[in-house]
């Protein structure tokens, strides 16, 4: 794995660990946040954190996933040659129902999008599960004016969902690349049990469906395909890539990626031993409640151990992946993480944000760094200017 040298490298003194899965992880460091003495403390002491309610924005959910389209129709595709103007305060066309308007406003309030006209369809794909339930993925669309020069395939983190990377979406759409994204079960529009799942494997699962599904339409999805995922997203890629015949993108970008949380071994240990009493902690996540805010599943934590047990099973893949991870990360085990990403992705570029934490892609004082960055890496190329439109 190559590292960036122009960054700076920590937390590869080796410390003690609980478990011993592999002998990678007896030699890895753990920390303890303070976060993570926090969730241990809400596990061993039942009472002190409460469960809230698990899905606080069930209506507002509901009433989106009423106005999605079905994408696996085969006319789902429909953006004219010219766009019209926008007749909202944001970019979007074509004017949609309210609650999906709604959900427009949230991201150009995230992003601050404006600009030249963006073709946006929101709508469903169906992920068939063991015993006959279907459940639908929540995908997103953005297409600039005239014809893409690229395409960017986007994945959230844990207890978040599609629109709080809106900025990520506006910088690649105005440089002239379409976007599309998912939700991962349980998360923003797709339907599931709040932030759990049954295995971890559907995840990888539900990313497998979206990629099949953009590898089929060659029109509005045009190379180089650049996949990126943050955090949680990471991890379902993985799972999605390592799998026989799994579609291959031109680029992979992993943001904080995990595989292991910094507080891993408390959550596993106290699941062990609690796990009967406590089913759910608070998040911790500085996003707005908008589709998220729900609590934890201390389940959740049990899921990714067995699913962990698999990669010691895994032998290295090859895959144009680059990573980016801040030095100041207390949500991931970055250090484990990494030497994890040596053993699997050999080949992988690996570049250490300075004084970054868990959110640099959407914390406003470094979501424009490191955009910046990533451009020059990606040899994305410049804004570009804002083409003829059609009359509203």
């Known amino acids: 794995m190559q590292e960036s040298v122009l960054h700076l490298v920590i937390g590869d003194n080796p410390g003690p660990t609980l478990g011993n899965r592999s002998g990678r992880e007896q030699n890895a460091p753990m920390s303890a946040s303070p976060f993570g003495l926090l969730l241990l403390v809400g596990v061993l002491l039942p009472g002190i954190a409460a469960a809230a309610d698990k899905d606080p924005n069930i209506l507002v959910r509901q009433a989106l996933q009423a106005e999605l389209e079905d994408f696996s129709a085969k006319d789902w595709y429909r953006k004219p040659d010219v766009l019209p103007q926008p007749v909202g305060p944001g970019p979007f066309v074509p004017a949609?129902?309210?609650?999906?308007e709604d959900y427009r406003a949230r991201m150009v309030k995230i992003a601050g999008w404006t600009g030249a006209p963006v073709w946006h369809q929101a709508g469903t794909l169906p992920l068939r599960r063991p015993g006959g339930k279907i459940e639908k993925l929540g995908i997103n669309v953005f297409l600039p004016q005239?014809?893409?020069?690229?395409?960017?395939?986007?994945?959230?983190g844990y207890?978040?969902?599609?629109?709080n990377f809106a900025y990520t979406y506006a910088f690649f759409v105005a440089r002239g690349y379409a976007v599309t994204t998912i939700d991962l079960p349980g998360h923003g529009l797709s339907t599931g049990t709040r932030a759990d799942v049954d295995t971890f494997g559907e995840y990888g699962d539900a990313v497998r469906v979206w990629l099949d599904w953009a590898w089929t339409w060659t029109q509005p999805w045009p190379g180089p395909r650049i996949l990126m995922a943050h955090s949680l997203?990471?991890?379902a890629v993985f799972d999605a890539l390592r799998r026989p015949g799994a579609p291959r993108p031109d680029k992979v970008v992993f943001c904080a990626p995990l595989l292991r949380p910094d507080w891993f071994a408390a959550l596993s240990l106290g699941e062990a031993i609690l796990g009967w009493a406590l089913r759910d902690l608070p998040s911790s996540f500085g996003w707005d409640g908008y589709l998220d805010g729900y609590t934890m599943p201390v389940h959740w934590f049990t899921v990714l151990d067995r699913w962990l047990e698999t990669l010691d099973r895994q032998r290295p893949i090859s895959l144009p992946l680059v990573i980016y991870s801040?030095?100041?990360d207390r949500v991931v085990d970055s250090a484990w993480n990494r030497s994890e990403y040596r053993r699997l992705v050999p080949g992988a570029k690996y570049t250490i944000l300075p004084k970054k934490g868990h959110l640099f892609m959407t914390d406003q004082p470094d979501r424009e760094g490191f955009h910046t960055l990533l451009a020059i890496d990606l040899n994305l190329g410049p804004i570009l200017p804002p083409p003829p439109v059609s009359p509203p």
């Open 159 to 163: 207890l978040s969902h599609a629109a």
């Open 233 to 235: 997203g990471t991890a």
């Open 96 to 100: 949609a129902g309210k609650a999906l």
């Open 146 to 156: 005239g014809t893409p020069i690229g395409t960017l395939l986007f994945v959230h």
């Open 326 to 328: 801040g030095d100041k």
